[in-house]
T-cell receptor
Framework: AQSVAQPEDQVNVAEGNPLTVKCTYS??????LFWYVQYPNRGLQFLLKYITGDNLVKGSYGFEAEFNKSQTSFHLKKPSALVSDSALYFC???????????FGGGTRLMVKP | DAGVIQSPRHEVTEMGQEVTLRCKPISGHNSLFWYRQTMMRGLELLIY????????DSGMPEDRFSAKMPNASFSTLKIQPSEPRDSAVYFC???????????FGSGTRLTVV
């Protein structure tokens, strides 16, 4: 069975500061890892993914995520937060044999001016 | 590409009434997923279709819930009879089996009074 943990329900950051949203995973095979963002009254939107290769993945809106196999983590980062980054962020994982994504519980990011 | 299309966007109904939510997946996608999102329980997978066939319906909460996919371009999620605790946002997502991520619709906000 595969699982995802997002240990923080909410992350508060001041605008202009770096942000990190944490994610750890458990999967039997090679992991495929994803981050999605949900703005108010909208569906989930794809941000970035890790499949293979460079452990640092760059995605939309200046976000990036670092795959760490030894720590089974895939933390989402951004060097300088914007108020408009305030949203709900979901980490997801699937293994290389399956089709099902397993989502974490979500982390609400609040960026204050 | 219009993306995953869900209708209606909002539905308010009285307890005991039948509710039908609709989803049109992205053309060419052969996997379809129904999710429910609430504050209390987060994002829950209800049912998953592959090539129009239900693969995993273990997330369907009760017999009051049923889902169909009569063809590759249309799916419905029906609740009969509806109850106030069914109030949530229901999302449909589609993907190409073996592909890497999902595309989500904008959701249907259901309120049962």
């Amino acid at each position: 069975a595969q699982s995802v943990a997002q240990p923080e329900d909410q992350v508060n950051v001041a605008e202009g500061n770096p942000l990190t949203v944490k994610c750890t995973y458990s999967v039997s095979g090679n992991p495929y890892l994803f981050w999605y963002v949900q703005y108010p009254n909208r569906g989930l939107q794809f941000l970035l993914k890790y499949i293979t290769g460079d452990n640092l993945v760059k995605g939309s809106y200046g976000f990036e995520a670092e795959f760490n196999k030894s720590q089974t983590s895939f933390h989402l980062k951004k060097p300088s937060a914007l108020v408009s980054d305030s949203a709900l962020y979901f980490c997801a994982v699937r293994d290389d044999a399956g089709n099902m994504l397993t989502f974490g519980g979500g982390t609400r990011l609040m960026v204050k001016p | 590409d219009a993306g995953v299309i869900q209708s209606p966007r909002h539905e308010v109904t009285e307890m005991g009434q039948e509710v039908t939510l609709r989803c049109k997946p992205i053309s060419g996608h052969n996997s379809l997923f129904w999710y429910r999102q609430t504050m209390m329980r987060g994002l829950e997978l209800l049912i998953y279709f592959n090539n129009n066939v239900p693969i995993d319906d273990s997330g369907m909460p009760e017999d009051r819930f049923s889902a169909k996919m009569p063809n590759a371009s249309f799916s419905t999620l029906k609740i009969q009879p509806s109850e106030p605790r069914d109030s949530a946002v229901y999302f449909c997502a589609s993907s190409l089996q073996g592909a890497l991520g999902y595309t989500f619709g904008s959701g249907t906000r259901l309120t049962v009074v």
